[in-house]
């Protein structure tokens, strides 16, 4: 791993207005320590059956491409042209506006205009017109024409590796394109010749075979919940199941795995089981199909419909109702936006139903997934929950949108609503940089890697100034959001630019302050924290 | 460089019909047979592309949700910006393709000491609207040369911009705001260091062509008179396909205007131009977010192998048994049977 910058030194020379004197075609990428992730191991992609480069790194000079390399992607891109009219589309109709070009996490944060969006989607742009069209062969790079060449494939991998798929581009753009789109087709390209990254794929590996990122075991995912258990009745008295893989029970659960062993998800996953304790839900949660989470996804299209079928052989086995997703970003992208392609039709399942307030999610009833948030808010609604938000009086909180939720789902009100009633301290950062122009944590898209620290705070600086700003004028000392990945990289990004801001879940908070039957009188918080007014007692 | 290729790509096009018509006296071929041409490349061309693009699926649907999904009752939603019935993506994309919204959004980034500042950018989306809306009712100001009678909304149109006449001699409202829009755009690519990055040839160059066509234009109407009656002659004729050489003479400037237009015609559709139509297509725009309420089907969506439950169990039979997780046989043998 390479030093980190200090903050100051990272900022020093960004100007989003200075740009190179070379034209970006001649700008060969500059493979840095700190600013790529590496190479994936030949064995994962052979444990895959995929193709791969064998043992490389993104810095060495030559790649060992195949002879037929650039017919292999020439193919690929003519293939993906047929199959994705999306990426047809936006290679067409881009007037180089610029609308999107200071919209970008990465932009604002490198000042490299290669992460102008606009200038990101241009990298693949650029060959199509190159090697497929008459006026682009004929006027070259007046019309923004180029050939593909090696040192293109490599620029490639590093841009694409440089875009976290979150959309914030796409918001602005007048029509629309999405340059995550065209990133998540590209890294998908790459891969037909085995082209990725050691972060990204392990985590496939591991899901494929075992069932879920870390290759947690069956026994040990038990383990893990009994000791969490453990916590919850030393915190509040109360002894809590939690049921695996329960045969006939109305919901499965699913989260992703970090909430069942990474500090701060683990503080979300206790929220999620007080209440689902609290309010008598016949639920289970399965070791088999124990992530939500999709690593596929950062990768390529049927790495990700591979990882997630095990989901739905769960629900038919089990014979639940419907299914019950927590607290994650990409999961719930996938979740929404493919799921029910991929999976569907679900006539095994039902229409989802809160069993406590009797609603009916009509919103979902098709694919029969409800958010977590969603079934939480309904259940505030009714007046099924008692809080004492006063037991979350120790924390000021802001809340993070994370961008796939957000601006590949749409739920902005339902965790705020949440969040209002469970805590008596809540802030908003500043317009722009919420909601729907919500900023990136910087790390998302498999990009969480530590050898790419720099790229990432880079990339975060932009959600982590909003945070500095709300911390310094209402002193917010918390940020609850509703991602696994953020509650995975938003403490290092805000250890780095906002010391003193945590990273908590909104169920964690919802559990604080749940007023639960024959618990004991609480005097701390889930992570051990004393409660306001209870210093003493702890 | 980007600027001045555009600009000798213009100066090309304008020799052509001076020395066509000037000096060779082609000048059926360009009175007739090359507006033909430019409007069949741009008609045919803008099909094509349709096509094209239309023949490939859109296999997920990808909405962008720009605001609150449907989802409980009582939660305010937002149907221009999440929409989730057909009624709802069509207002999402009359405010897209009217009045720019995704643009009116738009914000500027930029440093104030340490701290990264959004201001509003408007500017933008005002030279778009202001050089669109132009055009298009230049446009339908130029009907009036095609069809006889001349329709009441056509002379009602003529009528009203050129009541806002600007200066003397009259000037159309709509040919002084196309060139402040068409201006703006152009000295934005030229100063703004960002979009002049990014920004080539044929970036500049429609931008150019536009700017000519719409001043050859203006300059027929104060200084160039040409003879209107013999115009009009020609554009019927052209537009009944029953084309005729008018009797009057048609002036030099004429035959420039109207092969840049023929031109521009010609280039629509293969160049980024094609936009206005493209945003039609946008997935992101013109899919209702109902993504868990009615199902999307892709047609090149194929079966994958994954890690099935029976072969996931028996991978950790023992551990499992060891820490009490339940086994289930059963339903390996049920799905054995099936397969
Ligand atoms: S905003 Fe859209 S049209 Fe404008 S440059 Fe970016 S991608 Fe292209
Ligand atoms: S999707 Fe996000 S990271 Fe990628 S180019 Fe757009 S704004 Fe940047």
């Given at each position: 791993m390479s030093k980190l910058p200090k903050p100051d030194e990272l900022l020093k020379d960004l100007d989003l207005h200075k740009t190179p004197e070379k034209h970006w075609m001649d700008i060969a990428p500059e493979f840095k320590p700190g600013k790529f992730c590496y190479a994936v191991e030949p064995q994962v992609m052979e444990d895959l059956g995929r193709p791969h480069l064998g043992k490389w790194q993104p810095y060495d000079e030559k790649w060992p491409l195949p002879d037929d390399w650039k017919e292999r992607i020439l193919k690929g891109i003519r293939d993906r042209m047929e199959r994705f009219r999306s990426f047809k589309l936006f290679m067409d109709i881009c007037v180089r506006c610029g609308a999107c070009a200071d919209k970008c996490h990465y932009f604002l944060g490198s000042g490299d205009p290669k992460n102008m969006p606009v200038l990101r989607a241009e990298l693949i742009r650029s060959i199509i017109k190159g090697e497929f069209s008459f006026f682009g062969k004929l006027f070259g790079r007046m019309a923004g024409a180029r050939p593909l060449t090696e040192e293109v494939l490599k620029e490639w991998f590093y841009y694409f590796y440089q875009c976290t798929e979150c959309r914030r581009c796409s918001v602005f753009c007048?029509?629309?394109?999405?340059?995550?789109?065209?990133?998540?087709?590209?890294?998908?390209?790459?891969?037909?010749?085995?082209?990725?990254?050691?972060?990204?794929?392990?985590?496939?590996?591991?899901?494929?075979?075992?069932?879920?990122?870390?290759?947690?075991?069956?026994?040990?995912?038990?383990?893990?919940?009994?000791?969490?258990?453990?916590?919850?009745?030393?915190?509040?008295?109360?002894?809590?199941?939690?049921?695996?893989?329960?045969?006939?029970?109305?919901?499965?659960?699913?989260?992703?795995?970090?909430?069942?062993?990474?500090?701060?998800?683990?503080?979300?996953?206790?929220?999620?089981?007080?209440?689902?304790?609290?309010?008598?839900?016949?639920?289970?949660?399965?070791?088999?199909?124990?992530?939500?989470?999709?690593?596929?996804?950062?990768?390529?299209?049927?790495?990700?419909?591979?990882?997630?079928?095990?989901?739905?052989?769960?629900?038919r086995r089990l014979k639940v109702k419907w299914i019950l997703g927590g607290e994650c970003g990409h999961m719930w992208r996938v979740w929404h936006q493919y799921h029910n392609t991929w999976f569907g039709p679900f006539n095994y399942m039902d229409i989802p139903r809160s069993p406590i307030t009797g609603t009916v999610f009509e919103h979902a009833k098709d694919n029969k997934i409800v958010h977590i948030c969603e079934f939480t808010a309904d259940l505030i609604a009714h007046g099924k929950l008692k809080f004492d938000p006063s037991r979350n009086d120790h924390v000021i909180v802001t809340f993070h949108d994370s961008c796939n939720t957000s601006r590949g789902m749409g739920i902005f009100e339902e965790p705020r609503f949440i969040l209002k009633n469970v805590c008596n301290n809540f802030v908003e950062m500043p317009e722009n940089t919420i909601r729907e122009k919500t900023f990136c944590c910087g790390s998302g898209s498999g990009l969480n890697a530590d050898e790419y620290m720099e790229m990432r705070m880079r990339g975060g600086f932009p959600r982590a100034n909003a945070v500095q700003y709300v911390n310094q004028k209402y002193g917010v000392n918390t940020m609850a959001c509703i991602c696994a990945i953020d509650r995975a990289v938003l403490p290092t990004l805000m250890k780095y630019w906002v010391p003193g801001v945590e990273i908590a879940g909104v169920h964690e908070l919802v559990g604080n302050a749940l007023i639960m039957e024959g618990e004991k009188e609480r005097t701390t918080d889930l992570r051990y924290r004393p409660l306001k007014g209870m210093e003493e007692e702890v | 460089m980007n600027l001045v290729f555009s600009i000798l790509m213009l100066i090309i096009l304008i020799l052509i019909p001076v020395i066509g018509v000037g000096a060779l006296g082609l000048n059926s071929l360009f009175a007739i047979f090359i507006p033909y041409l430019g409007f069949a490349l741009f008609f045919f061309g803008l099909i094509y592309r349709m096509i094209d693009w239309a023949r490939s699926p859109q296999p997920f649907k990808i909405p962008t949700t720009c605001g609150q999904q449907k989802s409980l009752s009582w939660i305010k939603r937002s149907r221009l910006e999440s929409p989730a019935?057909?009624?709802?993506?069509?207002?999402?994309?009359?405010?897209?393709?009217?009045?720019?919204?995704?643009?009116?959004?738009?914000?500027?980034?930029?440093?104030?000491?340490?701290?990264?500042?959004?201001?509003?950018?408007?500017?933008?989306?005002?030279?778009?609207?202001?050089?669109?809306?132009?055009?298009?009712?230049?446009?339908?100001?130029?009907?009036?040369?095609?069809?006889?009678?001349?329709?009441?909304?056509?002379?009602?149109?003529?009528?009203?911009?050129?009541?806002?006449?600007?200066?003397?001699?009259?000037?159309?409202?709509?040919?002084?705001?196309?060139?402040?829009?068409?201006?703006?755009?152009?000295?934005?690519?030229?100063?703004?260091?960002?979009?002049?990055?990014?920004?080539?040839?044929?970036?500049?160059?429609?931008?150019?062509?536009?700017?000519?066509?719409?001043?050859?234009?203006?300059?027929?109407?104060?200084?160039?008179?040409?003879?209107?009656?013999?115009?009009?002659?020609?554009?019927?004729?052209?537009?009944?396909?029953?084309?005729?050489?008018?009797?009057?003479?048609?002036?030099?400037?004429?035959?420039?205007?109207?092969?840049?237009?023929?031109?521009?015609?010609?280039?629509?559709?293969?160049?980024?131009?094609?936009?206005?139509?493209?945003?039609?297509?946008?997935?992101?725009?013109?899919?209702?977010?109902?993504?868990?309420?009615?199902?999307?089907?892709?047609?090149?969506?194929?079966?994958?192998?994954?890690?099935?439950?029976?072969?996931?169990?028996?991978?950790?039979?023992?551990?499992?048994?060891?820490?009490?997780?339940?086994?289930?046989?059963?339903?390996?043998?049920?799905?054995?049977?099936?397969?």
């Open positions: 007048p029509y629309g394109i999405d340059t995550a789109e065209v990133t998540i087709i590209m890294r998908d390209l790459l891969h037909e010749l085995g082209i990725a990254t050691d972060w990204a794929m392990k985590p496939v590996r591991f899901s494929h075979f075992i069932g879920n990122h870390i290759g947690l075991q069956p026994h040990t995912i038990k383990e893990n919940i009994e000791f969490l258990l453990g916590d919850i009745a030393e915190i509040t008295g109360l002894n809590i199941e939690v049921p695996i893989n329960k045969k006939g029970a109305e919901i499965l659960f699913v989260t992703p795995s970090a909430d069942f062993f990474a500090d701060p998800g683990i503080y979300t996953f206790m929220g999620y089981v007080l209440l689902f304790h609290h309010i008598g839900l016949d639920y289970t949660i399965s070791t088999y199909a124990s992530e939500g989470g999709n690593f596929g996804f950062f990768n390529a299209v049927e790495l990700a419909k591979k990882l997630h079928a095990k989901i739905y052989e769960e629900a | 019935t057909t009624w709802e993506v069509y207002l999402r994309m009359f405010f897209e393709v009217f009045l720019f919204r995704s643009l009116f959004r738009n914000l500027r980034a930029d440093f104030d000491g340490k701290r990264l500042i959004y201001g509003s950018a408007k500017w933008l989306w005002l030279g778009a609207i202001l050089f669109h809306v132009s055009f298009l009712i230049i446009l339908i100001r130029h009907l009036r040369f095609f069809v006889y009678p001349v329709p009441g909304v056509i002379t009602t149109i003529d009528f009203v911009d050129s009541f806002f006449q600007l200066g003397l001699p009259p000037i159309y409202l709509t040919d002084a705001l196309i060139l402040a829009g068409l201006g703006f755009l152009l000295l934005r690519r030229l100063i703004d260091a960002k979009v002049n990055y990014l920004s080539y040839a044929s970036d500049y160059f429609p931008l150019l062509l536009i700017i000519t066509i719409a001043a050859t234009g203006i300059l027929m109407r104060l200084y160039i008179k040409p003879d209107l009656y013999a115009i009009k002659q020609l554009a019927y004729g052209l537009a009944t396909f029953n084309p005729v050489m008018p009797e009057g003479k048609l002036s030099l400037l004429f035959y420039i205007h109207l092969f840049l237009v023929s031109s521009l015609a010609a280039y629509f559709p293969f160049s980024k131009l094609v936009h206005m139509v493209g945003v039609f297509f946008s997935p992101t725009r013109n899919m209702a977010n109902d993504n868990r309420m009615k199902r999307h089907v892709n047609p090149w969506d194929y079966p994958v192998k994954y890690t099935t439950y029976c072969d996931w169990q028996e991978k950790f039979r023992d551990v499992m048994e060891e820490a009490g997780i339940p086994i289930d046989d059963e339903w390996c043998k049920e799905t054995q049977k099936q397969a």
